[in-house]
């Protein structure tokens, strides 16, 4: 399975951007997607997830209100819209998938409950 990120780049604080990542060799729509980040000196922290049938969703709560992620199954792709940036957001963000089910959402803010990472696109955001 493989996983490609797309879309970051340079944007003034309050602009928006999106992110878009591919998922080829496997059962995309079987899979819990999922958004991390990481900036240099920090652990990688949760953004979003969003599970398979796109009906159910989970944000970090310092991203919550404008980030917003959704998914089209049928392009085996998954989005994380960006809007309102803070100079915090900047990093490297990453793209995850979960063949791991689980009732409540909040285990899908975790890590190492994904199976499949992608190279990550970094987003800069900087006047």
């Known amino acids: 399975v493989q996983l490609q990120a797309f879309g970051g780049g340079l944007v003034q604080p309050g602009g928006s951007l999106r992110l878009s990542c591919t998922v080829s060799?496997?059962?995309?729509?079987?899979?819990?997607m999922g958004w991390f980040r990481q900036t240099p000196g920090k652990e990688r922290e949760f953004v979003a997830a969003?599970?398979?049938?796109?009906?159910?969703?989970h944000y970090a709560d310092s991203v919550l209100g404008r980030f917003t992620i959704s998914r089209d199954n049928a392009e085996n792709t998954v989005y994380l819209q960006m809007n309102s940036l803070k100079y915090e957001d900047t990093g490297v963000y990453y793209c995850?998938?979960?063949?791991?089910?689980?009732?409540?959402?909040?285990?899908?803010?975790?890590?190492?409950?994904?199976?499949?990472w992608g190279r990550g696109t970094l987003v800069t955001v900087s006047s």
């Open positions: 995850a998938a979960s063949r791991k089910y689980y009732n409540s959402n909040s285990f899908y803010a975790r890590d190492t409950e994904y199976d499949y």
């Open positions: 969003i599970r398979w049938s796109g009906g159910s969703t």
């Open positions: 060799g496997g059962i995309f729509s079987a899979y819990t």
